[in-house]
């Protein structure tokens, strides 16, 4: 009977990793067409699933993210996508690591009244910080730079150890001409300190049902 439940709580331990394996990807129509909803932590894989969803006739607009963050590289793999495709990202909720780099990459980014972007530095596939991964956290600044980071915000990634998390500011929001308000919703945001509210359809986003 032992052994019998051991290997129950093992082969639960494997089924709870693979149904968590990856991010949540959904279609929502929105006013300015289709948008592509991703929410939970970006894993192997994630990039090929969401550059799938560019194959169909409908144009996609945007994406809408909410994601702790998660594999670097196929962050970065996101990131490059929605730069290359010139697209607009949302975040209503808490964008962190990985995930900023993805907002960092969009043609127009928005965020919500309790959105969060963090950043930090890059840890080692052991998740302690290295000479490899100092160097890493080197380049990733650059790109940044490049993509238009505030240097204040680009401070917060360099000096924050990679199991930390530093917040993006209203400052560090604006420098990035980041604005207040959901593009994709149906309802405004409030005027905040940064930008101002965006004006939206009176229609709310509806899921596409996949095919």
């Known amino acids: 009977m032992t052994m019998m439940f051991r290997v129950f709580c093992l082969l639960l331990a494997i089924l709870l990793a693979r149904t968590s394996w990856a991010a949540d990807i959904q279609r929502v129509t929105a006013c300015s067409g289709v948008v592509l909803r991703l929410r939970g932590d970006i894993k192997d894989g994630d990039y090929s699933r969401l550059r799938a ?3 169909r006739k409908e144009a996609i607009v945007g994406l809408d993210l909410s994601s702790d963050g998660g594999d670097l590289e196929e962050g970065l793999r996101i990131a490059n996508l929605v730069r290359r495709k010139k697209l607009t990202v ?3 909720g808490e964008c962190d690591s990985a995930c900023a780099f993805v907002f960092f990459s969009a043609a127009k980014r928005y965020f919500g009244r309790q959105s969060k972007i963090g950043v930090h ?3 080692s596939r052991r998740d302690i910080e290295d000479r490899g991964s100092m160097l890493l956290t080197v380049k ?3 790109i940044s730079a490049k993509l238009g ?3 204040s915000a680009i401070g917060k990634m360099v000096t924050t150890r990679p199991t930390m998390i530093a917040y993006l500011d209203g400052a560090d929001l604006s420098a990035l001409h980041a604005s207040a308000g959901n ?4 309802e405004p945001e409030k005027a905040s300190e940064v930008g101002q509210p965006q004006q ?3 229609s709310r986003p509806e899921a596409i049902p996949e095919n």
């Open 90 to 92: 949302y975040v209503g």
């Open 183 to 186: 593009p994709f919703g149906s």
């Open 140 to 142: 990733l600044a650059r």
């Open 121 to 123: 530095s890059v840890s």
């Open 53 to 55: 969803h560019f194959a």
């Open 149 to 151: 980071v505030p240097d």
């Open 200 to 202: 939206t359809c009176s």
